[in-house]
């Protein structure tokens, strides 16, 4: 369950992103965040996985107001939290299999269960076949499905993505989303950010919209 | 971590084979980056074998020096035995035969009180003050060359302990004064090199932030899906430990050089002073310290450097 009460943030040269942002996504729902870009879609998704912090109000994850969380375990907290961004920020050093295998090697996994589940990730976004290729030898849109196999390796209650599709072609894009409701209906709450409206029309899930930083509920 | 590994349902024995297998990447890692800079990374130990290789070969020549110094000495160091009042000439004489045999002991020689107030009449002219003196106040005195330098102190102390022997002096006096100056030499060079220590980690420790600021971009990834800092931190510890190992073994090679080099120079002027070009296992010791400097170095720079990279 994601639950803000009353979050504002604001930067220091006095934008303020976010103003008195209020709303509760149970546990196991997909929403898709909307709005015009710079209304603050990146900065609430943001302030979940504690990347920034708000200025005022709380965020509670599961329950907990993750602003009281010590430093220290901040790392645990994130591990929950599955992030896709529309950069797709992989390591190009690594193979796609390192790559998405990362989730697991912080947590200490054995092998044979990082092999796994690495592959069953892949699988999942249809690149098992590419798991030695590096990121750079991948187009634009297999870089972005590596990237939803690693947010989703090891297993996220929460998955956040910002502008997933925001750089592929429409077709792709829509296999993204289809990966997404799979998931979802696999029972993982899922916080899309997107500006492709043709593209949620097509997908049966609340709107949570933003407009300078004010948040407005549509078809909940 | 226990009720998370419960819940996951490894045993802790697979936990602790991952974290394990963990720091064999971590190793390999490390290596692969240095690797990949054979430059950068060849300066920075060849920086700390430079600064590490004067002191070293200072203090592999003082401790060659010490060694020549003993067999130079051989002749020159003398021990002396003072004999008790109540020990009579046949006694004085018995004693020298045994001190004869000793294997540590390569000549001795006896010095009747008698004897022993000539020589002091011939050295210092004062025939006539002699003449004045009764009873001659002269122990007997057994002088002794040691077969062997190294066991001095030892054998001057089992020879004191002699039931014949009142008290046991070394005269060596110049010997002793070249002894001190290359402890005092040695003292210094160790001073130096602890000054020097903070300098090395320092260089060490801005490789290592290079090398962080070179990865922000991953230490960002790993920060955002939820790597401790010590998980960050891991691969750069073992970077400090193997730039603190090549470049202490680097400069026990340079040292190596330095001293066969100046022992050449040395055989060339027909100077022998039993240097030899072989280093002091003390210096050997110099490894796990360079290795402790290393990760300490990376471990203060990464420590201050995680923090500073946030997550964007």
């Known amino acids: ?220 | 971590m226990d009720a998370r590994q419960a819940q996951r349902g490894h045993s802790g024995s697979v936990r602790l084979g991952a974290w394990l297998t963990h720091h064999g990447e971590s190793l390999r890692d490390a290596l692969r980056r240095l690797a990949r800079r054979p430059l950068g990374s060849l300066l920075s130990m060849l920086v700390i074998a430079a600064s590490l290789t004067i002191p070293m070969t200072l203090l592999a020549t003082l401790h060659s020096a010490r060694i020549g110094l003993a067999g130079w000495s051989n002749e020159a160091a003398l021990l002396q035995l003072y004999l008790k009042p109540s020990v009579d000439e046949a006694e004085g004489r018995a004693l020298l035969t045994r001190l004869k045999n000793d294997p540590a002991i390569a000549d001795a020689r006896l010095i009747t009180p008698e004897k022993g107030l000539e020589q002091l009449a011939q050295t210092h002219a004062i025939d006539g003050l002699l003449s004045e003196i009764k009873n001659n106040p002269l122990p007997a005195v057994i002088e002794i060359h040691p077969a062997d330098m190294k066991g001095l102190d030892a054998l001057r102390d089992h020879l004191a302990a002699l039931p014949e022997v009142e008290t046991a002096r070394m005269d060596s006096e110049a010997v002793e004064r070249l002894r001190g100056l290359i402890s005092a030499g040695e003292q210094l060079t160790m001073i130096f090199l602890a000054i020097l220590a903070p300098a090395l980690a320092i260089t060490m420790g801005n490789t290592i932030r290079l090398e962080l600021e070179r990865r922000a971009h991953e230490v960002r990834l790993l920060q955002l899906i939820g790597a401790t800092h010590a998980f960050i931190r891991r691969p750069l510890l073992y970077s400090g430990a193997v730039l603190g190992l090549g470049g202490t073994l680097l400069s026990l090679l340079l040292s190596m050089l330095a001293m066969r080099m100046l022992v050449e120079a040395a055989a060339r002027h027909g100077w022998d002073m039993g240097i030899q070009d072989t280093l002091p296992n003390m210096l050997l010791l110099l490894i796990p310290v360079g290795v402790i400097l290393g990760i300490t170095a990376a471990w203060l720079a990464s420590a201050l450097q995680i923090r500073r990279i946030r997550p964007t």
């Open chain 1, 1 to 220: 369950m994601i639950q803000f009460e009353r979050v504002s943030k604001a930067y220091p040269n006095d934008q303020t992103a976010l103003k008195d942002v209020s709303f509760r996504l149970p546990a196991g729902r997909m929403v898709f965040l909307t709005g015009p870009s710079g209304a603050g879609k990146s900065t609430l998704l943001r302030l979940i996985p504690q990347i920034e912090r708000p200025t005022s109000g709380k965020v509670l994850i599961n329950g907990t107001d993750i602003g009281r969380l010590a430093a220290w375990r901040i790392p645990q907290f994130r591990r929950r939290i599955g992030l896709i961004f529309q950069n797709p920020n992989l390591l190009d050093e690594l193979s796609v299999f390192d790559n998405v295998a990362l989730p697991l090697r912080i947590q200490h996994y054995p092998r044979e269960e990082t092999a796994r589940r690495v592959r069953a990730a892949l699988d999942k976004v249809g690149l098992l076949d590419r798991e030695k290729a590096r990121p750079m030898e991948l187009s634009g849109g297999e870089q972005q499905r590596v990237n939803i196999a690693r947010a989703l390796v090891a297993k996220p209650s929460i998955v956040l993505a910002d502008e997933p599709t925001g750089n592929l072609d429409p077709e792709l894009a829509l296999d993204i989303m289809r990966i997404f409701t799979e998931f979802n209906a696999a029972g993982v709450t899922m916080l899309i950010a997107t500006h492709a409206l043709g593209l949620i029309s097509q997908f049966d899930a609340p709107r949570l919209t933003l407009r300078e930083g004010r948040m407005h509920l549509e078809n909940a």
